[in-house]
């Protein structure tokens, strides 16, 4: 194969509760992962006769400082093969926003590869490689709704459907990962969304009452303007509001497009938004 075009979606935490610290310096977690899939970053990769990366956004690495590139040798590491490719990212998930668009990229970098050199990794493999790239990776190898525990890494694969709209504002703010969870205090409580989900389907009323997001706390005393874009859109009729991973984005959930639309212009034009489609 010489030539695959792939699109790496972005994703929202549904509830983040950090449990405890782990001997290893990470946390054990518990999460719902939900993929926004009509949000996404767009890999092409070309067989060429020498490996070249080139992203359109300035300033992403597009050294071994970026996921891409780190996926991309370490799949030369265990393969022993020379993976001569041209890969373009095209950049549409911001960074540092707390939508997984690194993770994303790197976990259709590791598919893409695997399948263009004929690498014959089975997809529990792929999903151990993910996790020496980072936490959120192996959500992205099949970019499912899952309940994550453990790093995130381990999944709980969930018949989960949201019809609604799911709105994403992002202010021009961005959070480094490991200070959030430096300054925050674990909340040693998991979420039981057995009780959550029925159906395939959210009750709203009870994911306000035992889903929240620890991060929370640090980040918006820190940055109180996105404590107000969670406020904005609750004010807007959100369902739910929270932020998603370690910030600094904010989705609201909406039950119809029109309040959806309507909450996004009460945010300035400089900051993020989209409107995700539930028939996408």
Not at 26 to 42: A, E, M
Not at 92 to 105: E, K, M, T, V
Not at 181 to 205: H, Q
Request: glycine content about 4%; proline content about 4%; overall charge neutral.
């Amino acid at each position: 194969m010489k030539y695959i075009e792939i699109k790496a979606p972005a994703k929202i935490n549904i509830g983040l509760h950090i449990l405890n610290k782990r001997n290893d310096g990470y946390h054990n977690l518990h999460t719902l992962f939900y993929p926004i899939n009509n949000l996404y970053d767009l890999l092409k990769l070309t067989l060429t006769d020498r490996f070249e990366f080139i992203c359109d956004n300035n300033s992403i690495p597009n050294d071994e400082n970026n996921l891409v590139v780190k996926a991309k040798s370490l799949l030369e590491n265990i393969s022993n093969k020379k993976l001569n490719v041209k890969i373009e990212l095209l950049k549409n998930i911001p960074s540092q926003a707390g939508l997984g668009g690194g993770s994303s990229d790197a976990a259709a970098t590791l598919i893409s590869l695997n399948e263009m050199f004929n690498l014959n990794l089975k997809i529990d493999q792929l999903h151990t490689l993910a996790l020496s790239l980072g936490s959120d990776v192996p959500f992205f190898i099949k970019s499912k709704p899952a309940i994550g525990k453990s790093r995130g890494e381990v999944l709980d694969y969930i018949n989960l459907e949201i019809n609604e709209y799911i709105v994403l504002v992002k202010p021009d703010i961005n959070i480094s990962t490991k200070d959030a969870f430096n300054n925050t205090k674990p909340s040693l409580k998991e979420i039981n969304y057995n009780e959550i989900i029925l159906d395939n389907r959210i009750d709203y009323d009870l994911l306000k009452k035992y889903a929240t997001n620890d991060f929370e706390d640090y980040v918006f005393s820190k940055y109180p303007e996105i404590k107000i874009i969670k406020n904005e859109l609750y004010k807007s009729g959100a369902l739910y509001a929270s932020m998603s991973g370690s910030g600094s984005t904010v989705f609201g959930i909406f039950r119809n497009k029109e309040e959806a639309q309507e909450s996004l212009n009460k945010f300035p034009r400089k900051y993020f938004c989209w409107l995700s489609n539930p028939d996408y």
